[in-house]
T-cell receptor, first 116, second 117 residues
Framework: NAGVMQNPRHLVRRRGQEARLRCSPM?????VYWYRQLPEEGLKFMVY????????ESGMPKERFSAEFPKEGPSILRIQQVVRGDSAAYFC??????????????FGPGTRLTVT | AQTVTQSQPEMSVQEAETVTLSCTYD???????LFWYKQPPSRQMILVIR??????QNATENRFSVNFQKAAKSFSLKISDSQLGDAAMYFC??????????????FGKGTLLTVNP
């Protein structure tokens, strides 16, 4: 069973460009979480999605950031008009169920975004 | 709201010896989980050990064990017989087991563990 897949692993964007990060959850997992890790910091929750639904986006900046998890295909975290402060590692995690078993969150390898 | 504090930015240990990483947390939840994750240089996040707050017995996974002091809100990780492959950043994390956000993990800033041969 393949783990959580994220691509690309490294992404370089110039200021003002768009960054699109992809996450394919583990087989059978329908719950996806995105976390951001700034330099020298722990991971911070951004958004929780189920198929075709955003459940909680309380950790996501109000502007320029959006996330989706379509019925088919990977979850996408989109950052428009990137700025240097967006440079970070973005991790995706997935779980098979909500509630208590959601703590079995399996993490992908992350995408390191560098904004120049 | 939950907070997790790791007061040791860096620790080092000799190979084959034992090291303890500290973590304190604060939560208004009565039912919650605590975790230690390992992040090696590959940056992959790996779950090391999990503790359910309602369980009094400390969790153990091979060479990894925790000392869970609920009243003190302390959750330390002990690594016995340290190996070179244990070198990594270690993150303590918590998650509520009830309420509307029982899926959100809160992480500390991490402790960088160096293992000396």
């Amino acid at each position: 069973n393949a783990g959580v897949m994220q691509n690309p692993r490294h992404l370089v964007r110039r200021r003002g460009q768009e960054a699109r990060l992809r996450c394919s959850p583990m087989k059978g997992h329908s719950h996806v979480y995105w976390y951001r890790q700034l330099p020298e910091e722990g991971l911070k929750f951004m958004v929780y999605l189920q198929k075709e639904n955003i459940i909680d986006e309380s950790g996501m900046p109000k502007e320029r950031f959006s996330a989706e998890f379509p019925k088919e295909g990977p979850s996408i975290l989109r950052i428009q008009q990137v700025v240097r402060g967006d440079s970070a590692a973005y991790f995706c995690a997935s779980s098979p169920l909500a509630g208590v078993l959601s703590y079995e969150q399996y993490f992908g390898p992350g995408t390191r975004l560098t904004v120049t | 709201a939950q907070t997790v504090t790791q007061s040791q930015p860096e620790m080092s240990v000799q190979e084959a010896e034992t090291v303890t990483l500290s973590c304190t947390y604060d939560t208004s939840e009565s039912d919650y989980y605590l975790f230690w994750y390992k992040q090696p240089p590959s940056r992959q996040m790996i779950l090391v050990i999990r503790q359910e707050a309602y369980k009094q017995q400390n969790a153990t996974e091979n060479r990894f064990s925790v000392n869970f002091q609920k009243a003190a809100k302390s959750f330390s990780l002990k690594i016995s017989d340290s190996q070179l492959g244990d070198a990594a950043m270690y993150f303590c994390a918590s998650g509520a087991n009830s309420g509307g956000s029982n899926y959100k993990l809160t992480f500390g800033k991490g402790t960088l563990l160096t293992v000396n041969p």
